[in-house]
């Protein structure tokens, strides 16, 4: 009895140590709710560290589409690392909140997540993401373009012009 014991308080030790980690960055959360007869309603929330470890798993895959996300990205990541740098200089501010006839828009940072909300006639959409979670996707993004630049160069993608060579 004293084993069992033991073995369920190394479990209980282990799954809260686990969840600690893995919501120790917060909690994307969307929200979408269509106004309409038979509208959808979309709400979930996701550890943000999901965000960085599926793209650090996405790298391993050969040829993954982080890589071409990356070169897409690849002119505005400066841009993006600079505001997701300042983003965390202010936890708590306001930055755009405009309305008009259909709609209303804010963006703000609301202890230290960025959160966008718009509601409109038609429907309501809610994005909160930790400012964080947006620092370690500009470094996967550069960890992503910096290995596409090295494949470019790696020698396996040689062969085909010493085969060519060779012919």
Do not use: C
């Amino acid at each position: 009895m004293l084993v069992l014991a033991k073995v369920a308080l190394g479990l209980g030790a282990t799954l809260a140590m686990t969840t600690a980690y893995v919501f120790h960055e917060g909690v994307i959360r969307v929200d979408v709710d269509e106004h309409r007869p038979g509208g959808s309603h979309v709400h979930f929330w996701v550890p943000a560290t999901t965000v960085s470890a599926g793209m650090r798993l996405a790298s391993l895959v050969p040829q993954h589409p982080l890589e071409q996300a990356a070169a897409q990205m690849k002119p505005h990541l400066p841009m993006f690392r600079v505001m997701a740098k300042e983003l965390q200089k202010y936890p708590n501010a306001e930055f755009l909140d405009v309305t008009d006839e259909e709609q209303h828009v804010h963006i703000a940072t609301v202890d230290g997540k960025l959160r966008i909300d718009v509601v409109g006639d038609d429907q309501t959409v809610h994005l909160q993401v930790p400012v964080e979670t947006l620092m370690d996707v500009a470094d996967r993004l550069e960890d992503a373009s910096r290995s596409a630049r090295a494949e470019e160069w790696h020698p396996r993608h040689a062969k085909h012009s010493l085969a060519f060579a060779n012919d």
